[in-house]
């Protein structure tokens, strides 16, 4: 990847102006557009077709949710990365759930938003420190046996790899390279993994996988 496109979405000026300032010391940084609201985002989004799309979560119009869950849906080539003020996981879990795959918080924008950009474009995972205690935590995963020391049935190697790799953010299509299998095994790896695990989203795959030590560095990749 030469260049990382991206995308601003947020209804503060202060704060896009800020972002761009961060983003202009990156020479491998592109920034193709901006938005004020979830409303302007989308099509944005739709005609410049980003790497990533930095938005927050408290706007106009679409909200983060909602902007998040259409551009998974209609955007699959732009990786979403979260920036917001909100810490707790009543906003994080969701926002995994629908399919972000990094949340910052502003506070920490000025140490930590290039890395993270960089995360989510290379199709790693980026949680701030701060948050990933709530992102992870989930009481029905240990009713859901996700928690380890439960009576599931264990993982053969293959299944547990595949499982890692996939809450580190690569695609089934990358992970079929990596461990030389079809994407078709692949997809039965992880379906008999979920399975015995009883996991049932992504967001549920990255709590086990925190909770194994995979994602310690949080910054994936």
């Not at 955007?75 to 926002?95: N, S």
């Not at 949680?127 to 993982?155: C, I, M, Q, Y």
Request: hydrophobic share 45%.
């Amino acid at each position: 990847m030469d260049h990382i496109r991206v995308v601003l979405a947020d209804d503060h000026p202060i704060v896009l102006a800020g972002i761009r300032a961060l983003l202009t010391a990156d020479l491998q940084l592109e920034l193709v557009g901006e938005a004020t609201n979830g409303g302007e985002a989308l099509p944005l989004i739709r005609s410049a077709s980003p790497d990533v799309a930095v938005v927050d979560v408290s706007m106009p119009g679409l909200n983060g949710l909602e902007l998040t869950e259409r551009i998974t849906r209609e955007c699959p080539g732009t990786k979403v990365l979260v920036l917001t003020v909100h810490e707790d996981a009543a906003y994080v879990q969701p926002m995994l759930q629908a399919g972000a795959r990094g949340y910052l918080l502003k506070r920490s924008a000025a140490e930590d938003l290039l890395r993270a950009i960089h995360a989510v474009a290379e199709g790693g995972i980026y949680l701030d420190p701060s948050v990933a205690g709530h992102a992870l935590t989930d009481p029905a995963a240990t009713a859901k046996g996700a928690e380890p020391g439960g009576d599931r049935e264990a993982l053969s190697p293959r299944e547990m790899e595949t499982l890692r790799l996939i809450a580190q953010g690569f695609s089934n299509k990358e992970i079929a390279r990596r461990i030389d299998v079809s994407v078709k095994s692949v997809e039965t790896y992880k379906a008999r993994a979920a399975e015995k695990l009883g996991l049932r989203s992504r967001a549920d795959i990255i709590r086990y996988a925190a909770s194994h030590g995979w994602l310690d560095a949080l910054t994936l990749r």
